[in-house]
């Protein structure tokens, strides 16, 4: 299936279509529904968090464009974006067409490195890899590693950026700017309405990925609720 699978966007966004732990809507499912609803609305792809969730989706939408990740919280690394090689081969076996890892220059679990995680990945697999990173640095060594995509996913939730509040749009004209010809920038984290969207596109952006705007319906139902009844 690595020969077929979709790895050019038809357009600029992506949904990302996922579901806090404990939450009614983390059933494989619902999350299939929900992107198929998306999908059917115009989205161009879909970011997806676990096998279960993307082998729905695939199972559901056969020719949607599905980037797929695997949050993982481990004991031993703050990495939990598809932070180990089993996790990229799950997430790979569930039908993702790119696989989102944690690209930072964080420690990961059980000391493997990212170098190491690229080119196995691209060996192996064939598989085309979104760098999430939290800057400049991050992204274009995840390019020069050879990950084909570079999203600004981890702006502001790394150790490292935590006094930065996503979204990153002014890091998108010096990344468009250094990375190489042909790398995807995608602008996501913290986009919270159109004028936004449009804006990271203009800045350099190829394609968004918008999530707790479009279905996060917890988050956005618990706004609602703290501004019109604060106590």
């Not at 640095?137 to 509040?165: F, K, N």
């Amino acid at each position: 299936m690595g020969d077929t699978r979709s790895t050019t966007p038809s357009g600029r966004l992506i949904v990302s279509v996922q579901a806090p732990e404990g939450s009614p809507l983390r059933q494989p499912d619902v999350i299939a529904a929900l992107s198929e609803a998306c999908l059917g609305a115009g989205a161009a792809g879909v970011r997806l968090d676990g096998p279960e969730a993307i082998a729905a989706v695939r199972r559901r939408c056969p020719q949607a464009l599905i980037v797929g990740l695997w949050k993982r919280m481990l004991p031993d690394s703050s990495v939990y974006i598809t932070p180990r090689w089993q996790d990229l081969r799950q997430v790979w076996a569930a039908g993702a067409d790119v696989i989102a890892l944690d690209a930072t220059s964080r420690p990961r679990p059980g000391g493997e490195g990212l170098a190491e995680l690229v080119v196995r990945a691209r060996e192996e697999l064939q598989a085309v890899l979104m760098a999430d990173v939290d800057g400049i640095d991050s992204g274009l060594q995840a390019a020069e590693l050879g990950c084909q995509w570079v999203g600004t996913t981890l702006y502001g939730y790394t150790e490292a950026t935590r006094s930065c509040a996503p979204p990153a749009l002014q890091l998108l004209p010096e990344l468009r700017r250094r990375l190489p010809e042909g790398i995807r920038l995608i602008c996501e984290g913290g986009l919270s309405s159109p004028a936004q969207a449009t804006e990271a596109c203009r800045l350099g952006a190829d394609a968004v990925v918008v999530g707790t705007a479009l279905t996060g319906l917890e988050h956005q139902v618990s706004t609602y609720r703290r501004q019109l009844d604060p106590t």
